[in-house]
């Protein structure tokens, strides 16, 4: 669940901002969130390595190979490569075509994505970079099974009107620093700088600043010489109110399970494609009128205002 999208894949990232505050509405458990998150491996993470020859663990067996043919056009072509020696690229592209077909088709199972993933692979990569883009595919798998098997354990407070609590921000800061651990364990070192480790640090910097803000409620002010002269945002926020905006933002992200964003991306391809067929149906061809029949159409099928914005993001159908 990155912030790294590709240009044609930038809605992902849209939605988990769009989604906003308002879904950080669960509650607070009486005890605190363990110290760490339980992984169970032996030896060296998978990835850790360079990708090779004989450097790949097998991807787990009685995986079901069903051969799921369909092009998911959101998927721009170049996502899968490799190098001059025909080894799997492990980078920020790869990590969009895995998200894409695991997260953002609409189809009745993560198996069933996993196979159309599987699919893709055969479509775009030489056989032996196959096997190591398959291998890598299903310790992801683990992982979101893993991930949101330890995030439905947790209860996050809502945000008040001055944003997260010192309890909420510790909170957050303890999941964020589990999911780190998790993310390292399972998928390697190397996996985990390409494809977490920016945003990871920009959203652990966002959340330990509103928890040293909470700690000390003026330090910021104080600590800034230019304080009673700063300009405001364009937008017309303060800088601390931009801030706290990003740490809410990072913050519903971080509790969001894999399991709800694949809910939420089959309802919107679901709505998609009604809107899509609409649209191509329409005989009007006055610029103007047609414009204002689009908008009526995506008020009419998309059911939340977050879709309403992500299709006119779209532009022109």
Same mark, same amino acid.
């Given at each position: 669940?990155?912030?790294?999208?590709?240009?044609?894949?930038?809605?992902?990232?849209?939605?988990?901002?769009?989604?906003?505050?308002?879904?950080?509405?669960?509650?607070?458990?009486?005890?605190?969130?363990?110290?760490?998150?339980?992984?169970?491996?032996?030896?060296?993470? &998978?990835?850790?390595?360079?990708?090779?020859?004989?450097?790949?663990?097998?991807?787990?067996?009685?995986?079901?190979?069903?051969? =799921?043919?369909?092009?998911?056009? #959101?998927?721009?072509?170049?996502?899968?490569?490799?190098?001059?020696?025909?080894?799997?690229? =492990?980078?920020?592209?790869?990590?969009?075509?895995?998200?894409?077909?695991? +997260?953002?088709?609409?189809? &009745?199972?993560?198996?069933?994505?996993?196979? !159309?993933? /599987?699919?893709?692979?055969?479509?775009?990569?030489?056989?032996?970079?196959?096997?190591?883009?398959?291998?890598? /595919?299903?310790? *992801?798998?683990?992982?979101?099974?893993?991930?949101?098997?330890?995030?439905?354990?947790?209860?996050?407070?809502?945000?008040?009107?001055?944003?997260? /609590?010192?309890?909420?921000?510790?909170?957050?800061?303890?999941?964020?620093? %589990?999911? @780190?651990?998790?993310?390292? !364990?399972?998928?390697?070192? /190397? =996996?985990?700088?390409?494809?977490?480790?920016? #945003?990871?640090?920009?959203?652990?910097?966002?959340?330990?600043?509103?928890?040293?803000?909470?700690?000390?409620?003026?330090?910021?002010?104080?600590?800034?010489?230019?304080?009673?002269?700063?300009? &405001?945002?364009?937008?017309?926020?303060? @800088?601390?109110? =931009?801030?706290?905006?990003?740490? +809410?933002?990072?913050?519903?992200?971080? !509790?969001?399970?894999?399991?709800?964003? #694949?809910?939420?991306?089959? %309802?919107?391809?679901?709505?998609?494609?009604? *809107?899509?067929?609409?649209?191509? #149906?329409?005989?009007?061809?006055?610029?103007?009128?047609?414009?204002? +029949?689009?908008?009526?159409?995506?008020?009419?099928?998309?059911?939340?205002?977050?879709?309403?914005?992500?299709?006119?993001?779209?532009?022109?159908?």
């Amino acid at each position: 669940m990155s912030k790294r999208m590709d240009a044609k894949l930038g809605w992902a990232a849209a939605a988990v901002l769009a989604a906003g505050a308002a879904a950080l509405y669960l509650w607070w458990p009486s005890d605190p969130p363990p110290a760490a998150v339980a992984v169970s491996h032996t030896g060296n993470a &998978p990835w850790d390595t360079p990708i090779g020859p004989g450097q790949l663990r097998s991807a787990p067996q009685g995986q079901a190979n069903v051969d =799921v043919n369909f092009e998911f056009d #959101e998927v721009p072509e170049g996502m899968a490569r490799v190098d001059e020696r025909g080894h799997l690229i =492990v980078d920020v592209q790869l990590h969009n075509a895995i998200d894409a077909y695991l +997260l953002h088709t609409d189809v &009745p199972s993560r198996q069933v994505a996993a196979q !159309a993933l /599987s699919a893709y692979f055969r479509r775009k990569l030489p056989a032996g970079a196959v096997d190591e883009a398959e291998a890598l /595919s299903a310790h *992801y798998l683990a992982y979101m099974d893993a991930h949101d098997g330890a995030l439905q354990r947790l209860r996050f407070l809502a945000p008040g009107a001055d944003g997260l /609590s010192a309890q909420a921000a510790d909170q957050f800061a303890a999941w964020h620093a %589990q999911r @780190r651990n998790l993310r390292q !364990a399972m998928l390697g070192a /190397s =996996v985990y700088a390409q494809w977490f480790a920016a #945003e990871d640090g920009r959203c652990g910097g966002l959340i330990d600043a509103m928890r040293s803000q909470n700690r000390e409620p003026d330090s910021f002010e104080q600590n800034d010489p230019n304080a009673a002269i700063r300009e &405001p945002r364009p937008n017309g926020a303060a @800088r601390e109110d =931009v801030q706290m905006r990003d740490a +809410l933002e990072c913050a519903n992200e971080l !509790a969001r399970s894999f399991a709800s964003i #694949e809910t939420q991306e089959r %309802q919107w391809t679901r709505h998609l494609a009604k *809107y899509r067929r609409a649209v191509g #149906e329409l005989v009007e061809h006055n610029a103007a009128k047609r414009a204002l +029949l689009i908008a009526a159409l995506r008020q009419q099928i998309f059911s939340t205002d977050a879709e309403r914005e992500r299709a006119q993001a779209l532009g022109p159908l």
